[in-house]
């Protein structure tokens, strides 16, 4: 089966720009998380969709926001960026049941100049 | 607020040590996932641990989760260079929610 698909695999913005950051999830799976990793180290959540629903957003400000399509893609969008906004934007999927694992993509290098 | 401390962050050993990290909580967790990742690439799941108390073994890797199910622990035993990666816990809480630890980045030098 094919894995978690992210586009584009980097991205260079000027400060003050938008970023939009997609996601295809594995075939059957419903929901999709997104985190931040910032110098290879731990992940922040940044969101969880699930059927089309937003479930939780992690501590973030409004300018980070996101979406999932019927078909259970998933797009962030981070808007006025930042310097410190420059990072690995990663996106898993999951089936959704108890104690099912996440599924990455190989991320989204973001490089906010 | 980071519910999932881990440690050490950092760890560097010669190849054939065996070592241990620590994944610690203050909330129970209905399970523990231990994922690795390497560089350029999305973590990838090891292990998940439900019931407290429970050890895992893969190959020369062992999981345990905590008696209260808020800690765990990977230790492993004779350290080789393909073991070098970003190791994360994550908690899992019964609404299906993720909480990722700080990580723990092992290098292993041959």
């Known amino acids: 089966e094919a894995g978690v698909t992210q586009s584009p695999t980097h991205l260079i913005k000027t400060r003050g720009q938008q970023a939009t950051l997609r996601c295809s999830p594995i075939s059957g799976h419903t929901s999709v998380y997104w985190y931040q990793q910032a110098l290879g180290l731990g992940l922040q959540f940044l969101l969880w969709?699930?059927?089309?629903?937003?479930?939780n957003r992690g501590n973030f400000p409004p300018r980070f926001s996101g979406r999932q399509f019927p078909n259970y893609s998933s797009e962030l969008n981070v808007n006025a960026l930042e310097l410190e906004d420059s990072a690995l934007y990663l996106c898993?999927?999951?089936?959704?049941?108890?104690?099912?694992?996440?599924?990455f993509g190989n991320g989204t290098r973001l490089t906010v100049t | 607020t980071q519910l999932l401390e881990q440690s050490p962050q950092f760890l560097s050993i010669q190849e054939g040590e065996n070592l241990t990290v620590y994944c610690n909580s203050s909330?129970?967790?209905?399970?523990l996932q231990w994922y690795r990742q390497e560089p350029g690439e999305g973590p990838v799941l090891l292990v998940t641990?439900?019931?407290?108390?429970e050890v895992k073994k893969l190959k020369r890797l062992t999981f345990q989760f905590g008696d209260a199910r808020k800690d765990s622990s990977l230790h492993i035993t004779a350290a080789q260079t393909g073991d070098t990666g970003l190791y994360l816990c994550a908690g899992v809480n019964t609404g299906n929610q993720f909480y990722f630890g700080t990580g723990t980045s092992l290098t292993v030098i041959p």
């Open positions: 898993a999927s999951s089936r959704g049941e108890g104690n099912s694992p996440l599924h």
């Open positions: 969709y699930d059927e089309g629903e937003e479930r």
């Open positions: 641990v439900v019931t407290g108390g």
């Open positions: 909330s129970v967790f209905s399970s």
